[in-house]
């Protein structure tokens, strides 16, 4: 099948009905009415906050979400004159709204600043809200991380043509099908704006892959030569500069492995066209490397799904540190998270268990007073001393923690020498269990979050069989 033919297999499959299209821009702005009317007094034509405006956002507003995807983000733009506290308050008509209104559940939730996080059920499905306050800024004067997003939409919309729309909605389901699709922390993938923009510059999805495939590291992506000297601030395995904020870096939320994975993904698709791109396929696992396996399983409160990741992240790299400084040797591994209140790491190790005893090098000894102190400070638990060929004292040791899983045991609710981040630690502390081996494989069995990540470990993905 060639490629024209398998694009429009595709957004056949993932383009939503114009008359979805119509009934969903109608219920975003009926809320949006909403809005504006909830930021008036009773019986008063006085605004209680300073709105300039109140604007739909992301990839509805722009004409790029996929079917059964769609997110309404509505952005309430304050005057540029108004303040922080203005920004948080200015909430309180999206939550009068929502309260107002039958079959809605919101959440307060926290990035930079707050925000709402509604749900409700449109045409049989739910459809997720978000309300956002932001500053009606020029750019350059960014007063919040949020104040660019509705210059994002209006850039798309100025330059887009309806082609390139349905370009980006095939682009973004090859990402999504192939799990590099989201700049959140947990992902750390391709962001919805950046594949926008790799359209906008490369004008298809066939030329974006062929860029790809083609990529090197001395690559970058801008959209105005005058922008250029601001690559230079960047250093990042994909260097992508925001056009309306030329000075950021959008590549800096995708993590390197998702890169190097979508340049093989470009040039193999090229290579050998297929719809099996497109459709999402489980992870063959390979059993036999289960006895090499530890998961390190625990409970914790609920956050936010980037708070939550942005600690998991940061423990399990500590921990992965950990591990490989006490000479285990962690050839893959993994995070999991049902991203409410249960957590993993998953590691494959080379071994298990390692020899008992441990190599201790210390100093040349024609450091007369370095030797000394050496041999004083490792009387007690060596085994041997010895000069080695290279005029180095040696000391052989008793490794007190042979078994990986008696060293992790140990570790926790020992001066957090796993390094776990504040915000889960005594949840870790209290509640963390390990397995190991097979155990894991029986574990993660009624846990389809926790089962899907052996794959990350144990497994092969379909693109490299």
């Known amino acids: 099948m060639d490629i024209n033919s398998i694009k429009k297999l595709v957004l056949k499959k993932h383009k939503p009905e114009p008359s979805y299209t119509k009934q969903l821009s109608k219920f975003a702005n009926n809320l949006i009415d909403k809005l504006w009317c909830n930021n008036y007094q009773d019986q008063q034509k006085s605004p209680i906050f300073p709105i300039s405006d109140i604007v739909l956002g ?37 939550k009068n709204t929502l309260n107002s209104l039958k079959g809605y559940s919101w959440s307060l939730r926290y990035s930079e600043h707050p925000y709402i996080e ?11 809200i978000n309300i956002v306050s932001c500053f009606d800024v020029n750019p ?30 095939i682009l973004k389901q090859f990402l999504i099908s192939n799990k590099i699709y989201g700049a959140e922390i947990k992902i750390q993938g391709f962001s919805g704006y950046v594949c926008e923009l790799l359209i906008l510059k490369y004008k298809n999805f066939n030329n974006v892959l062929k860029h790809m495939g083609d990529f090197s590291p001395e690559t ?52 050998n066209p297929s719809n099996k791109f497109f459709i999402s396929s489980k992870t063959k696992f390979n059993e036999s490397l289960s006895d090499n396996l530890i998961l390190v399983y625990f409970k914790h409160d609920k956050k936010t799904i980037d708070t939550l990741w942005g600690q998991l992240r940061r423990s399990f790299n500590h921990t992965s540190n950990y591990l490989s400084k006490n000479n285990f040797n ?22 298990l ?19 000394i102190a050496f041999i004083q400070k490792n009387k007690r638990q060596s085994l041997s001393f010895w000069i080695n060929s290279d005029g180095k004292l040696n000391s052989l ?59 990350d470990v144990i497994g092969t993905e379909s693109y490299l069989s």
Do not use: C
């Open 58 to 94: 992301g990839s509805v507003a722009k004409g790029t979400w996929l079917k059964d995807t769609a997110d309404i983000d509505i952005f309430i733009k304050l005057d540029a004159d108004s303040n922080r506290t203005d920004l948080e308050h200015s909430l309180e008509i999206g």
């Open 118 to 128: 509604a749900e409700t059920k449109f045409l049989g499905k739910i459809i997720k």
């Open 140 to 169: 350059k004067d960014w007063k919040s991380a949020a104040d660019r997003s509705p210059h994002h939409t209006d850039y798309i919309l100025d330059k887009f043509t309806p082609k390139m729309k349905d370009e980006v909605r």
């Open 220 to 271: 970058s992506i801008y959209f105005d030569e005058s922008h250029s000297k601001f690559t230079k601030l960047h250093d990042s395995p994909l260097i992508m500069l925001d056009p309306v904020d030329p000075k950021r870096n959008l590549g800096t939320a995708i993590s390197s492995q998702n890169l190097n994975k979508f340049i093989y993904l470009s040039t193999k698709f090229l290579n």
């Open 330 to 351: 962690v050839i893959r591994s993994t995070i999991s998270s049902n991203d409410i209140d249960q957590s993993a790491f998953i590691f494959l190790l080379e071994n």
């Open 353 to 371: 268990s390692i020899s008992n005893t441990r190599l201790h090098i210390g100093p040349s000894s024609h450091m007369k007073n370095e030797s």
């Open 397 to 455: 040791q008793p490794r007190q923690y042979p078994r990986i899983k008696d060293l992790i045991t140990s570790s926790i609710n020992s001066n957090n020498v796993l390094g776990i981040a504040p915000g889960i630690k005594d949840s870790f502390d209290k509640t963390s269990k390990i397995y190991t081996g097979r155990s894991v494989i029986s574990f993660s069995t009624n846990k389809s979050w926790l089962y899907d990540s052996l794959g």
